[in-house]
């Protein structure tokens, strides 16, 4: 079945420095979507690529779609105390979703 | 995004036993999802829950251990029967948004089982 990897499985920062997470397809995927979950909360859902090359931006958040349409990335600019939380990318398999593994980020401030 | 509400929020229960966890949403949808975390994992799919239909599960997921209703298309449950200390874990319910694929998850069900 179709898997996405996502690296790295942690990462801890200082507050204020820059994050990013990224998933990687060995197949042409339709569409990704980056999903949020707070310690003892549940996944929300961030925001959903399609095109090749895309790029969305929220506030410091930047999703990116490769060209290839096989990887994504989540890029945190000048990461807060509010970022922590785990981060998962999800790829549509049929109707169903397949989830990464997941990247937890702890912040230092 | 729909409110999406689960019952119990957590939950105790000896081995053996079994538990109905409950899924209501604050508007009509086609499809529902259930779903197990453990601690510190991802999400695994358990099941996809349509109104209507039987659940089709998953591989690794039987209808005999997760009995799934789906009555009305606002609500529906998940049992987990016969339960044994490797149950322990969160079970989520999530639904989509009209044709989107998007996912949007309930407050999940923390179960352990002693």
């Known amino acids: 079945g179709q898997q996405v990897m996502q690296i790295p499985q942690y990462q801890h920062v200082q507050e204020g420095e820059d994050f990013t997470t990224y998933c990687n397809s060995s197949?042409?995927?339709?569409?990704i979507q980056w999903y949020k979950q707070r310690p003892g909360g549940h996944p929300v859902f961030l925001i959903q690529l399609v095109k090749s090359g895309e790029v969305k931006k929220q506030k410091r958040l930047t999703f990116q779609f490769g060209e290839a349409k096989k990887n994504s990335s989540l890029h945190i600019t000048a990461t807060q105390t509010t970022d922590v939380g785990t981060y998962f990318c999800?790829?549509?398999?049929?109707?169903?979703?397949?989830f990464g593994a997941g990247t937890i980020l702890r912040v230092k401030s | 995004s729909a409110v999406i509400s689960q019952k119990p929020s957590r939950d105790i229960c000896q081995r053996g036993t079994s538990l109905t966890i409950q899924c209501q949403v604050d508007?009509?949808?086609?499809?529902m999802f259930w779903y197990r975390q453990q601690p510190g994992q991802s999400l695994t799919l358990i099941a996809t829950a349509n109104q209507g239909s039987e659940a089709t599960y998953e591989s690794g997921f039987v209808i005999d251990k997760f009995p799934i209703s789906r009555p009305n298309l606002t609500f529906s449950t998940l049992t987990v029967s016969n339960m044994s200390p490797e149950d322990s874990s969160i079970y989520l319910c999530?639904?989509?948004?009209?044709?989107?694929?998007?996912?949007?998850f309930g407050p999940g069900t923390r179960l352990t089982v002693t």
């Open positions: 508007s009509q949808v086609t499809m």
């Open positions: 197949t042409t995927l339709s569409n």
């Open positions: 999530s639904v989509e948004r009209g044709g989107t694929y998007e996912q949007y």
């Open positions: 999800a790829v549509s398999r049929g109707n169903k979703l397949v």
